[in-house]
């Protein structure tokens, strides 16, 4: 098993100026960083890929998906401009050297149809994602994608939604992941949330309640960490938190203030972190 980091808590766009904090996570102990797929600049994702090599880190990737791009959309040119950034950002995941492109984009996020999730916006998504699958076979990259709370997203909410739009996609190079902070929410019970994604679950972050340093807040993380150990997990764990910094970011997930300090959050984080995978270690 593996801990990495999300980048979000610096910046949507990771470039040169990121890689001295970047080398101080691989000192912390950070096996691997998460960078987000919004940017098209190729180059710049060799050149964070080339980086990341040279010190012994891995690469992973996260993308959302604005209304424009919308995979659910009535209007296929909509769904088919979902479909071609879902492509970029395998591509670009790619050129960086990495193998896992998670977040919500089955569905566009924070865009709602004030109408509970219809049958046939399911049958969209996996139209959509099962092409998009098709295109990161050929790339080596799993897609994975997530499950956020219902202030962000009305298609997936769930575990059960989740694993639902995976088994309609059905192709293997697209599974599912699995997150607390939006678990916290939407969630009965932590342990039957995993039980329900396990059989496809590749990717999990870790991420508090309150986006801030994980162990701090109300997440159950005994039962959360006990439960992934059960299913035989043994894949990536990467701490995701936020701030202000990327101040267009921060505004559009309705982040208002700062949680901890960053270093905080990511040297408590990963000791904490770790500390639980070695106690529910089956």
Request: net charge negative.
């Amino acid at each position: 098993m593996k801990i990495g980091m999300n980048m979000h808590l610096w910046s949507t766009n990771v470039t040169e100026e990121h890689f001295a904090d970047i080398e101080t996570l691989k000192e912390i102990g950070y096996q691997g960083i998460e960078i987000f797929l919004a940017e098209p600049d190729r180059a710049n994702y060799e050149n964070v890929g080339a980086f990341l090599k040279s010190i012994d880190l891995e690469v992973n990737g996260c993308l959302g998906l604005g209304p424009d791009q919308n995979p659910i959309s009535e209007d296929a040119s909509v769904r088919q401009a979902g479909l071609d950034k879902i492509k970029e950002a395998i591509d670009n995941m790619h050129a960086a050297g990495g193998k896992n492109i998670c977040g919500p984009f089955h569905s566009a996020f924070a865009t709602f149809s004030r109408n509970s999730p219809q049958e046939e916006e399911y049958k969209r998504s996996a139209e959509v994602l099962h092409a998009a699958a098709e295109h990161a076979a050929q790339a080596g990259i799993t897609l994975t994608p997530e499950a956020l709370n219902r202030f962000e997203c009305y298609l997936v909410n769930t575990m059960a939604q989740l694993r639902k739009l995976v088994d309609m996609v059905d192709h293997p190079n697209l599974r599912g992941m699995f997150d607390p902070h939006h678990a916290n929410i939407e969630e009965k019970s932590f342990a039957d949330a995993i039980e329900t994604i396990a059989p496809v679950m590749t990717h999990v972050h870790i991420s508090e309640n309150d986006r801030g340093t994980p162990g701090s807040g109300n997440v159950a993380w005994d039962e959360v960490f006990s439960s992934i150990a059960k299913t035989g997990y043994d894949g990536w764990y990467y701490i995701e938190a936020f701030s202000r910094d990327d101040l267009d970011f921060a505004n559009a997930i309705n982040v208002w203030r700062e949680f901890n300090p960053r270093m905080d959050i990511c040297r408590d984080g990963y000791a904490f972190t770790k500390a639980m995978i070695e106690k529910h270690a089956t």
